[in-house]
């Protein structure tokens, strides 16, 4: 069955057919199995080419990608504005879009603002970059930052509510690390929340988001997973040098990365096919940022790893 987002003439048909789809939670949106990741378009993970960038975010959706996820956050707009330009000239209906509001500056003093004024000027220019008039889902990011959880409950989803109210956004997320305060936040406010997107916490490193995908699924809540390389650890380039993660944990990815090169395989794509074997998971959020990522992480959706990989994935994981 073809998706309410598939538009004769623009597609690429097989590719389409090709694809996996599921619905997001409560929305009615039918996502593809895995989405577009911005992250990577801002100024975290090293300098790219903006053309080849445009022309991977153009590829995705033509292949079937329909999700498609950014924040001012990332790189201060910088992604926002990449991606608007990528989507001049493709039809609205073709893909879903989701921002953010709440995280903006490199500078931690300036870092989060969760205030219904800031919430609504972001949102406001996000969607001027976008060039778009509405947004499919409009997500509060990384609420363990904010103040109190009062705030995002008193001030910011209830903006965003006024947001839905005004046809800017259709549905509204919230993102995070810690998934309790996911589930916390969920059962403390009274605003519709529809989906939840939290990162690295269902990989080959940390499978915490099993735990809660019940509580998530009694409330018909979709459920996105982002980033199983989890930002770069679990590739063969390793990550970038701001990465939070421990010595120790660096150290036995890199292992692993070395096991990986030695059998002339990237690590990479082992960390998105065990990742993506959740079948209660919505979607899965990669950063994109040109044409070999693209294409590496289709084949391994549409086409699996091969039986050497699953068995060097075995002995990775065992070690």
């Known amino acids: 069955?073809?998706?309410p987002t598939y538009v004769e003439g623009f597609h690429d048909l097989e590719a389409v057919k090709a694809m996996e789809y599921r619905p997001l939670g409560k929305t009615g949106l039918l996502v593809s199995k895995l989405s577009f990741g911005g992250g990577p378009l801002g100024c975290h993970y090293g300098a790219y080419d903006e053309e080849e960038a445009i022309e991977a975010i153009r590829q995705g959706i033509k292949q079937g990608i329909n999700y498609i996820d950014t924040a001012p956050w990332y790189g201060q707009g910088r992604s926002e504005a990449i991606i608007g330009k990528a989507l001049k000239g493709i039809p609205r209906n073709a893909y879903y879009i989701a921002t953010k509001v709440g995280r903006y500056d490199l500078d931690y003093e300036n870092m989060f603002?969760?205030?219904?004024?800031?919430?609504q000027s972001s949102f406001n220019n996000s969607l001027k970059l976008l060039n778009l008039d509405y947004v499919d889902v409009i997500q509060v990011h990384d609420i363990e930052f904010a103040p109190s959880l009062d705030i995002i409950i008193t001030q910011t989803l209830p903006e965003l509510s006024k947001q839905v109210a005004d046809g800017k956004a259709k549905y509204i997320g919230i993102t995070g690390?810690?998934?309790s305060i996911l589930e916390e936040c969920i059962k403390k406010s009274n605003i519709n929340i529809s989906c939840i997107l939290t990162y690295t916490r269902h990989t080959l490193l940390d499978n915490t988001l099993i735990a809660y995908i019940p509580f998530f699924k009694a409330?018909?809540?979709?459920?996105?997973?982002?980033?199983?390389?989890c930002m770069g650890l679990l590739t063969n380039k390793g990550p970038p040098a701001w990465h939070p993660s421990?010595?120790?944990?660096?150290?036995?990815?890199?292992?692993?990365?070395k096991c990986c090169m030695d059998?002339?395989?990237?690590?990479a794509r082992l960390a998105l096919?065990?990742?993506?074997?959740?079948?209660?998971?919505?979607?899965?959020?990669?950063g994109i940022q040109n044409l070999k990522d693209l294409y590496t992480n289709l084949d391994v959706l549409k086409n699996g790893i091969t039986e050497k990989e699953k068995n060097l994935l075995q002995e990775i994981r065992e070690k």
């Open 1 to 3: 069955m073809l998706p």
């Open 177 to 179: 690390y810690p998934v």
């Open 113 to 119: 603002n969760f205030s219904k004024e800031k919430t």
């Open 246 to 257: 421990s010595d120790h944990t660096k150290k036995i990815c890199a292992d692993a990365a």
């Open 263 to 267: 059998h002339d395989t990237e690590l």
């Open 273 to 286: 096919w065990y990742s993506m074997q959740c079948e209660d998971i919505a979607t899965y959020l990669v």
């Open 219 to 229: 409330q018909n809540i979709g459920i996105i997973n982002a980033s199983a390389p």
